[in-house]
């Protein structure tokens, strides 16, 4: 599957943003799918998932409360929407596709990747 996220910007702090995923190729509806963050020399961390059905979400103790991930399989997308931003959700998020049905939080069960689309909040 080939992943395009988009929809990055700069915001102030305790502002909101939406990110979106928008997928080809593989059968998308059948693909649990994931946000991954990256902020300069760090790690890159999970973020969030949704199961292929969309009726499962888990996320990161650092954003739960504040994101929101979403699906439309009809329309191939995945959707981040993140609220009351702080500086340090500064990064360049990916979204990406696990494979062979993995449901986890673990960025090497995500074997496709988006190019990233960086976010960038002010104080």
């Known amino acids: 599957v080939q992943l395009q996220a988009s929809g990055g910007g700069l915001v102030q702090a305790g502002g909101y943003l939406r990110l979106s995923c928008s997928a080809s190729g593989r059968v998308f509806s059948t693909i649990n799918m994931g946000w991954f963050r990256q902020a300069p020399e760090k790690e890159r961390e999970f973020v969030a998932y949704?199961?292929?059905?969309?009726?499962?979400?888990s996320y990161a103790d650092s954003v739960k409360g504040r994101f929101t991930i979403s699906r439309d399989n009809a329309m191939n997308m995945v959707y981040l929407q993140m609220s009351s931003l702080k500086p340090e959700d500064t990064a360049v998020y990916y979204c990406?596709?696990?494979?062979?049905?993995?449901?986890?939080?673990?960025?090497?069960?995500?074997?496709?990747w988006g190019q990233g689309t960086q976010l960038t909040v002010s104080s």
């Open positions: 990406a596709a696990s494979r062979d049905g993995l449901l986890t939080t673990q960025r090497a069960d995500f074997g496709s």
């Open positions: 949704i199961n292929w059905r969309g009726d499962r979400t």
